[in-house]
Nanobody
Framework: QVQLVESGGGWVQAGGSLRLSCAASGRTSSRYTMGWFRQAPGKEREFVAAIRWSGVIGYYGDSVKGRFTISRDSAKNSVYLQMNSLKPEETAVYYC??????????????????WGQGTQVTVSS
């Protein structure tokens, strides 16, 4: 079992930046691919980014490419999401997720085994 706790959400004006963090605990000795998803009210959960256990390879949803950066610090069992040039339509609850590393970076939320409780990001216009 892996427990995930997100932090860093909050309120920001359009065009601003936020950095989300996700701390993992529990069975962290295993190799996990980490992902970020978001869900706005009334909408489906959307893939944002994912990163391999090695931290070398990242994968992004089309809507965030060039603006968001995913990174991880394996020594701290943490993954981060730097979000720049935020837009009002990106207001959502952002979730951290994990799955055993099998060399893939799936964007489908159902392929992730472990989830955090989410952190709210509000972008005002």
């Amino acid at each position: 079992q892996v427990q995930l706790v997100e932090s860093g959400g909050g309120w920001v004006q359009a065009g601003g930046s936020l950095r989300l963090s996700c701390a993992a605990s529990g069975r962290t000795s295993s190799r996990y691919t980490m992902g970020w998803f978001r869900q706005a009210p009334g909408k489906e959960r959307e893939f944002v980014a994912a990163i391999r256990w090695s931290g070398v390879i990242g994968y992004y949803g089309d809507s965030v490419k060039g603006r968001f950066t995913i990174s991880r610090d394996s020594a701290k069992n943490s993954v981060y999401l730097q979000m720049n040039s935020l837009k009002p339509e990106e207001t959502a609850v952002y979730y951290c997720a994990a799955r055993p590393d099998d060399l893939s970076l799936p964007p489908q939320f159902e392929k992730y085994n472990y989830w955090g409780q989410g952190t709210q990001v509000t972008v005002s216009s």
